[in-house]
């Protein structure tokens, strides 16, 4: 196999999109990908991460900019000179086919000779488990299996680079774990340079060696999962990667015995830790607390808030209970269990070293860590 080829990178350099009637559906967007890296592109529906996808793998044109597949620039490159692999939502099995047969037929259109064709389609069978499916037709097979010869169609082409749209969403809850770990183990196994599409932050961060977090055909952040859970960008960012999700309160910062937040409300006032020491320049100004679930918990001998509990969710091993604070939503997620009544008056209390400020425009900029 083709492997550890230091040049085969992807490379997309200012690439946009305007769809006829002038939907700009990605704005110019400039992104490189390592030989065997995987790469996520994660956003909400219509962000633009189909057609990224799409414009990489040369099934629809490009408004503007280069894109390129290793040293060479593939804009007026058909998609199958392209020597990309992609696997759709759906899995487009050709129905009087084999498994088999399925499996070998872009080897077969390429008139790859049939000893090797066989050979290949046994060692992508054989890497999936579903050796014995090879002589089924695809209506005996379930949605994972049938998810699992789309990817064998794939393996089989050995490409340079492999596209996922979502292959995973027609699954059940369960399936999509499962096929996940799956397409982990194989980029492993392979070392193929991989990017996958998916509105699915969950997947995105388990999947991704790096993520690129979009919205409205904006890239807002490109970092490896923790550093965007850690650090996201922004306010978008922040409420986007984790679940639950962040919580926020927008509010001002106030020095007054210590830090504290005035809420939005104007009454409201929250105590913030001792150890939370922002930079200066964050006193004063409007701007939007955001702090994860995690890092609220509840009890407490100096909260940053005391407010009634609202609903309850045990889950055995934690426990989310959700909050009203200023009028807006406060969720604590508990290891283990936790037993209080609704509206039950709770102390609940920030971790100091996991409280996030954004900015309180529209753009939302982390003003604890830039970039
Ligand atoms: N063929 C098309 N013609 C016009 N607009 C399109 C077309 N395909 C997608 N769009 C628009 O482009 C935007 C991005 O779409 P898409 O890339 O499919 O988003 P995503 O995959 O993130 O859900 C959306 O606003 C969508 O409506
Ligand atoms: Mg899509």
């Known amino acids: 196999m083709k492997r550890g080829n230091a040049l085969a990178l992807v490379k997309l350099a200012k690439v946009s999109k305007v769809y006829p009637g002038n939907v700009r559906a990605v704005a110019p967007m400039d992104l490189e990908i390592a030989h065997g890296e ?19 793998a040369g099934l629809e044109e490009i408004t503007e900019g280069d894109i390129s597949i290793g040293d060479r620039i593939v804009n007026d490159v058909e998609p199958r000179d392209r020597d990309i692999a992609m696997v759709f939502q759906s899995y487009a099995l050709y129905p009087h086919m084999t498994v088999g047969d399925n499996m070998g037929f872009g080897l077969r259109m390429r008139k790859h000779p049939k000893e090797e064709i066989t050979k290949r389609v046994g060692e992508a ?5 579903i050796e014995e499916l090879l002589q089924r037709k695809p209506r005996a097979l379930s949605g994972g299996q049938r998810q699992r010869v789309a990817l064998g169609r794939a393996i089989v082409r050995n490409p340079e680079v492999f596209l ?14 499962q096929m996940r770990t799956e397409i ?51 306010r978008f960012v922040g409420g986007f990667i984790g679940s639950p999700a962040m ?21 409201t006032t929250c105590e913030l830790p001792a150890g ?27 909260p940053s808030a005391a407010t009634e509990l609202q609903v309850l969710e045990s889950l055995g091993n934690e426990t989310l209970a959700y909050f009203q604070v200023a009028g807006q939503s406060v969720t604590a997620r508990c290891p283990g269990q936790l037993t209080a009544g609704i509206d039950e008056k709770l102390n609940l209390s920030f971790a ?18 830039e970039g």
């Open 125 to 129: 069978a054989r890497v999936l488990g």
């Open 247 to 267: 919580n926020f309160l927008p509010g001002h910062l106030i020095q007054q015995d210590g830090l504290r937040l005035v809420c939005a409300d104007g009454q």
């Open 164 to 177: 996922f749209d979502e292959p995973l969403s027609n699954l059940d809850a369960k399936m999509r774990v």
């Open 276 to 302: 939370f020491e922002p930079p200066a320049q964050t006193v004063g100004p409007k701007l939007v607390l955001g702090i994860r679930p995690e890092h609220v918990s509840v009890g407490g001998s100096n």
């Open 184 to 234: 982990a183990r194989l980029h492993h196994r392979l070392g193929a340079t991989m990017i996958y599409v998916t509105h699915d932050q969950t997947e995105a961060m388990t999947l991704g060696q790096r993520i690129v977090v979009m919205k409205d055909g904006f890239v807002q952040q490109v970092a490896p999962p923790l550093d965007l859970y850690e650090r996201p960008a922004n």
């Open 352 to 369: 100091a070293e996991h409280i996030h400020l954004f900015g309180a425009d529209e753009e939302g900029a982390n003003l604890l860590h």
């Open 38 to 56: 995987f790469t996520v592109l994660v956003g909400p529906s219509g962000c633009g991460k189909s057609t990224t996808l799409r414009m990489i």
